[in-house]
């Protein structure tokens, strides 16, 4: 742990109610190899007041290929082959995932990721509805990359980045950053003993993005950097990122009180804000949704979700995932009334429209959900 001269104050956080944790492997690798409840139990005990509190929260853990070490018994040899790290990483994730539940009452789930499978907007819908049903059950999600088949994610090790992406993801107003260091400085505190703590951070600027310098510029796995350029991803998406001391039990014990001793990096703009704006500039698939009176009321008036009972048809041929456009057509033309992610392809649509929600599994032999565009997914023109 590195000491610096000038500690940081005490700042208090604004209430939340769900939170993305990045936890990196140097606060769980054990020094003899697989994993350690050294600096976790403190972290698990932030977590288990979160929830006592009614907050949700989702980890996104690394130590897979710790955990795989200490089993494999040897440590990888320098430029090693890339499946070798793979096959420590497929060694791991289960002893990764039964650490963290020895932390809980509460079931734990694992959610394996990769970077493709949020870059594609079908498969981040699916990964988003999964990580909303976990947390509605009141389960702990536990994300991690699928090391064992991600190559590059592995190479880079850029936890950070995936837990900005899946803070987006289930819509969280905070990210928290665990790391070994108090938090953002001015200068490298290895080398400056009268560096000064960056408290709160308005904007990224490319001086302090400077400062924090390259991969292991600070102690832990990524360095400062990657930590800056995740909260960076995650103001974009209207989330605040608070980086703190993963390895001081005070400073654990003080968030679970909404007090911080660390850096408080500010949102760019709302979480609304920024996720209308993408809806907004998303470009539309050819075609539409078709709906009634009824369901154009409902979705302009009363912000409500589409249902299949207000659609009579669909044109074109989009799929799943992609953003249309919902067009009301009635005696006087054709209108354009909103857009948003639909949850089934049009072919579904054509099938399940006029239906109750209840009856889309007997129609389809699935279902994603009992509406066809979720009211979050939506917005008016």
């Known amino acids: 742990m590195i000491h610096a001269r000038l500690p940081f104050t005490e700042q208090v956080l604004p209430s939340w109610k769900r939170a993305v944790l990045k936890v990196g492997s140097s606060l769980l690798a054990a020094d003899s190899g697989g994993l350690s409840a050294r600096h976790a139990e403190a972290i698990a005990g932030f977590v288990a007041a979160c929830h006592r509190a009614g907050r ?8 897979a290929v710790a955990a795989g070490r200490a089993i494999a018994n040897r440590q990888p040899m320098a430029g090693a082959a890339m499946a070798e790290r793979q096959a420590l990483a497929a060694l791991g994730q289960a ?17 394996l990721l990769t970077h493709d499978d949020l870059r594609n907007r079908r498969r981040y819908l699916n990964a988003r509805a999964t990580l909303r049903e976990l947390l509605r059950r009141g389960a702990l999600p536990i994300v991690n990359e699928n090391d064992t088949v991600s190559v590059d994610e592995l190479k880079l090790g850029d936890n950070d980045t995936l837990a900005a992406i899946v803070a987006a993801l289930v819509d969280a ?23 000064r703590p960056v408290e709160t951070v308005a904007q990224l600027t490319a001086t302090l993005m400077a400062v924090a310098g390259g991969a292991g510029s600070v102690v832990g796995t990524g360095g400062m950097r990657t930590k800056l350029e995740a909260a960076q991803r995650a103001a974009a998406a209207g989330v605040a990122t608070v980086l703190f001391n993963g390895t001081r039990a005070d400073v654990l014990e003080g968030l679970a009180r909404d007090r911080l001793l660390g850096t408080r ?92 929600s209840r009856d889309i599994e007997a129609t389809l032999g699935y279902n994603y959900g009992e509406t066809i565009i979720h009211r979050d997914d939506l917005v008016l023109l």
């Open 95 to 111: 002893q990764l995932i039964g650490f963290w539940q020895g932390f809980f009452a509460r079931p734990v789930g694992q959610v």
């Open 173 to 195: 107003e905070v990210l928290f950053i665990a790391t070994d260091i108090d938090g953002l400085y001015d200068a490298d505190p290895r080398h400056e003993p009268n560096a």
């Open 265 to 356: 990096i500010f949102a760019a703009r709302s979480r609304v804000a920024a996720r209308k704006h993408w809806l907004q500039n998303v470009p539309a698939e050819p075609g539409g949704i078709l709906v009634d009176d009824g369901a154009a009321h409902a979705v302009i008036e009363k912000g409500a979700s589409l249902l299949p009972g207000g659609v009579h048809g669909a044109e074109g041929s989009f799929r799943r995932g992609d953003m249309v456009e919902l067009l009301l057509r009635n005696d006087h033309g054709q209108q354009r009334i909103a857009r948003g992610v639909s949850q089934y392809s049009a072919d579904d649509i054509r099938r399940i429209a006029r239906r109750h």
């Open 56 to 63: 949700e929260v989702v980890i996104v853990s690394s130590g």
